[in-house]
């Protein structure tokens, strides 16, 4: 098991930016694979972005796409997720998954593939 703990939640008005962060007791960003998935209330848990370290790209979410970049800093014990351009229909609880394994890529957008969540951050976009 690894611990991972999400940060970086809040309330900001349409169009606003927030940057979220995810932290992994004991695991650094540069191996397996990691996402961030988001769910609101009454909703299915919906994939944010993700990507595989060894190899491939990040990919995103259809519906955020353009709006959302998925990072880490140069230690590498930080994940965040930068969202610009926010809606009312961003609003959910975010949270951050982590598996040690390099998951086969179609199964990177797949909840039930990552072995570790973290508890979520709340967004609220509302004017």
């Known amino acids: 098991q690894v611990p991972v703990v999400e940060s970086g939640g809040g309330l900001v008005q349409p169009g606003g930016s927030l940057r979220l962060s995810c932290a992994a007791s004991?695991?650094?960003?540069?191996?397996?694979?990691v996402g961030w998935f988001r769910q609101a209330p009454g909703k299915e848990r919906e994939f944010v972005a993700g990507?595989?370290?060894?190899?491939?790209?990040?990919i995103y979410g259809n519906s955020v796409k353009g709006r959302v970049t998925m990072s880490r800093d140069n230690t590498k014990k930080t994940l965040y997720l930068e969202m610009s351009s926010l809606k009312p229909e961003d609003t959910a609880v975010y949270y951050c998954?982590?598996?040690?394994?390099?998951?086969?890529?179609?199964?990177?957008?797949?909840?039930?593939?990552?072995?570790?969540w973290g508890q979520g951050t709340q967004v609220t976009v509302s004017s």
């Open positions: 004991g695991f650094t960003f540069d191996i397996g694979t």
């Open positions: 990507r595989r370290w060894s190899f491939g790209s990040t």
């Open positions: 998954a982590v598996s040690p394994r390099n998951l086969i890529a179609s199964t990177i957008p797949t909840g039930s593939a990552y072995e570790n």
